[in-house]
């Protein structure tokens, strides 16, 4: 850090471009050979290295610093989602006990000078924040200013891997000597406490926990099961967020639906359809978001770590006003007025239409569960009773009741169900829980013998299409606005993204669980916009070259620092969310091909 030290001092004390610093001048003295300038924005404090990088244009006094930290010297052992995200909430406290010492109650942060750490919530996802990567390591000793003496390395070690935890920091304004203080001797301090600090057993325990969530996703997809809910698991939110309700009641499962996967039992959901029911208040949504959330690993702690459901799930809702282009929802619905079932468009769906095609969708992108709730869903989608069926000869919407089982049969797709005012659903399912104060009770036989009591059968239909083949073209998909020469990327907490000329609403995509992966959606949009150079776009293609880049170059080669008004750390989304994204776009054409 000698070096930054250097350079800050050099700088002149009203400055708000920092330009040197991001720079990094190094004159470089070879134990052989002419001395020569260069430039190493990577400044070290022994073997840990802080990059220090612009975040964007208007942000000039708020850097982005990547730490990176030889695993060697925290006893990493294996380099997986889960020990990057254990490292980035180990850091934290340490960042905020700075923050703590720098806060002053009668000043703005521009002034105070803070770090900025990313607050993770209870799922391990791939960040831009915390991973593993190959860093090449000081080669040289520090001189005067900013001249360093090479010295000799082997080759082992010239790289290394590194645990990289990247933040930002407020520097405080027109306060070179603080800024020094901040970035010089606080941060460095701050990490070494957490690298000799580090707790290795801890890190065994998190290694432990993500060998048995792997291990139950694993034996789920091999045994015929789609989800997994473990005893003692707490399902319940504190109201407005996500950490776990205290003195809830631990889920227990239905006694003759208790498995035991990887020594943990709990209570297993058979692929097929299965109904959760119950009365008000009873727990039943709460138990379905618990099931959503399993597509994701929680930590230890979430109260829902040991839930783990089919990581392809997708939660299905009716989204009024959605925009459709060229989708089969001929599976439901039999005849429009105006447009043709089998190729359906329209910029303002109706529930009905909108949760088909939400359905449409999910099978298309290789969704096998789909999650649906009766409050989040269209009545005329969901059911028709008998007496309703009697009394309205000619109805276009075939509702999801009669087709349930179809869809599980055919396509192997399952289906979880809430339906608490309906019995129509009781004759289609396969299992039938039901929920009293948040205990679940396995109820399928009693289900059944009220459906022969009240000769409820299932509807018999003439099978459905389900495959569908779209073509998406280039035209009208790209981040420039029309007329414009310069792009355009926002995303809104509110749940839009703007690029180019769309604002597109993505309000209704329930998987998207943090802002962060909002904002990587939006660049992955970019991304795809800008890289493409073909009439047509083979989006499940471009998919998976962008997944492969981001795993061979971590999340953040998709980060552009031109856009201001997007955050800084990022979370991976699923490909099903950005691929629903895609389909809510307004501005592209899609057109279906052969099925």
Same mark, same amino acid.
């Given at each position: 850090m000698k070096r930054l030290?250097?350079?800050?001092?050099?700088?002149?004390?009203?400055?708000?471009?920092?330009?040197?610093?991001?720079?990094?001048?190094?004159?470089? =003295?070879?134990?052989? $050979?002419?001395?020569?300038?260069?430039?190493?924005? =990577?400044?070290?404090?022994?073997?840990?290295?802080?990059?220090? &990088?612009?975040?964007?244009?208007?942000?000039?006094?708020?850097?982005?610093?990547?730490?990176?930290?030889?695993?060697?010297?925290? $006893?990493?052992?294996?380099?997986?989602?889960?020990a990057a995200d254990y490292c980035l909430r180990s850091l934290k406290p340490y960042i905020e006990r700075i923050n703590d010492s720098l806060f002053n109650r009668n000043r703005p942060d521009s002034e105070n000078g803070k770090f900025h750490v990313y607050n993770?919530? $209870?799922?391990?996802?791939?960040?831009? &924040?915390?991973?593993?990567?190959?860093?090449?390591?000081?080669?040289?000793?520090?001189?005067?200013?900013?001249?360093?003496?090479?010295?000799?390395?082997?080759?082992?070690?010239?790289?290394?891997?590194?645990?990289?935890?990247?933040?930002?920091?407020?520097?405080? !304004? +027109?306060?070179?000597?603080?800024?020094?203080?901040? #970035?010089?001797k606080d941060l460095p301090a701050a990490v070494n406490s957490f690298v000799s600090e580090f707790d290795v057993c801890e890190l065994e325990t998190v290694y432990a926990l993500e060998d048995k969530q792997t291990?139950?996703?694993?034996? #789920?997809?091999?045994?015929?099961?789609?989800?997994?809910?473990?005893?003692?698991?707490?399902?319940?939110?504190?109201?407005?967020?996500?950490?776990?309700?205290?003195?809830? =009641?631990?889920?227990? !499962?239905?006694?003759?639906?208790?498995?035991?996967?990887?020594?943990?039992?709990?209570?297993?959901?058979?692929?097929?359809?299965? =109904?959760?029911?119950?009365?008000?208040?009873?727990?039943?949504?709460?138990?379905l978001d618990a099931i959503a959330a399993g597509i994701y690993n929680h930590v230890l702690g979430d109260g829902r770590e040991l839930c783990i459901t089919d990581s392809s799930a997708m939660t299905i809702v009716a989204e009024d006003g959605r925009s459709i282009k060229s989708v089969n929802i001929s599976p439901f619905i039999q005849w429009l007025p105006k447009g043709d079932p089998h190729n359906f468009t329209t910029d303002n769906a109706s529930g009905s239409t909108s949760q088909a095609a939400n359905i449409m969708e999910a099978i298309n992108c290789g969704s096998k569960l789909l999650l649906i709730d009766e409050d989040r869903s269209a009545t005329n989608f969901m059911i028709r009773d008998n007496v309703m069926r009697e009394l309205i000869n000619k109805e276009p919407i075939t509702p999801f009741t009669d087709r349930a089982q179809e869809l599980y049969q055919t396509c192997g797709v399952s289906t979880v169900l809430v339906i608490g005012g309906s019995g129509e659903y009781l004759p289609v399912a396969d299992e039938v829980f039901v929920m009293d104060g948040f205990q679940v009770k396995d109820e399928t036989k009693?289900?059944?013998?009220?459906?022969?009591?009240?000769?409820?059968?299932?509807?018999?239909? &003439?099978?459905?299409?389900? &495959?569908?083949?779209?073509?998406?073209?280039?035209?009208?998909? /790209?981040?420039?606005?029309? $007329?414009?020469?310069?792009?355009?990327?926002?995303?809104?907490?509110?749940?839009?993204?703007?690029?180019?000329?769309?604002?597109?609403?993505?309000?209704?995509?329930?998987?998207?669980? /943090?802002?962060?992966?909002?904002?990587?959606?939006?660049?992955?949009?970019?991304?795809i916009a800008i890289k493409n150079t073909d009439e047509i776009i083979d989006s499940d293609i471009r998919i998976k070259e962008l997944y492969n880049?981001?795993?061979?170059? +971590?999340?953040?080669?998709?980060? !552009?620092?031109?856009?201001?008004? /997007?955050?800084?750390?990022?979370?991976?989304?699923?490909?099903?969310?950005?691929?629903a994204v895609i389909n809510r776009m307004r501005m592209i054409k899609m057109k279906t091909g052969e099925n």
């Open positions: 030290k250097n350079i800050l001092l050099s700088m002149d004390n009203k400055t708000s471009t920092y330009r040197e610093m991001y720079e990094g001048p190094i004159f470089i =003295v070879p134990e052989e $050979g002419i001395p020569y300038e260069d430039s190493d924005n =990577v400044y070290y404090d022994d073997s840990i290295g802080y990059k220090i &990088t612009r975040t964007n244009k208007l942000a000039l006094d708020k850097p982005t610093i990547t730490i990176q930290i030889p695993v060697d010297l925290i $006893g990493i052992r294996k380099c997986s989602i889960a993770p919530g $209870g799922e391990v996802l791939v960040r831009n &924040t915390s991973f593993f990567w190959d860093c090449i390591q000081k080669d040289y000793e520090s001189g005067a200013g900013v001249t360093v003496f090479l010295t000799n390395k082997s080759k082992d070690e010239f790289s290394k891997t590194c645990l990289c935890v990247v933040i930002q920091a407020q520097l405080p !304004s +027109k306060r070179i000597k603080k800024t020094i203080q901040m #970035l010089c291990g139950i996703r694993e034996w #789920l997809g091999k045994n015929g099961y789609c989800a997994f809910i473990a005893n003692g698991s707490i399902l319940p939110r504190v109201g407005g967020s996500d950490q776990p309700l205290p003195d809830a =009641v631990p889920f227990s !499962s239905a006694p003759n639906h208790e498995i035991e996967i990887c020594g943990v039992c709990g209570m297993g959901i058979k692929c097929g359809v299965t =109904v959760i029911s119950g009365g008000g208040y009873s727990g039943k949504s709460t138990l009693k289900a059944k013998d009220i459906c022969k009591k009240h000769k409820y059968t299932r509807s018999v239909m &003439t099978p459905a299409v389900w &495959t569908q083949k779209r073509v998406l073209y280039s035209e009208g998909f /790209t981040s420039y606005p029309k $007329g414009s020469g310069s792009e355009k990327l926002e995303v809104s907490a509110q749940g839009f993204i703007f690029m180019g000329d769309e604002e597109i609403s993505v309000r209704s995509l329930l998987n998207i669980v /943090t802002k962060n992966q909002l904002d990587s959606i939006g660049y992955m949009l970019r991304y880049l981001i795993e061979d170059n +971590k999340l953040d080669c998709i980060y !552009s620092g031109f856009f201001t008004k /997007t955050e800084r750390f990022l979370d991976l989304p699923r490909p099903q969310e950005l691929l």
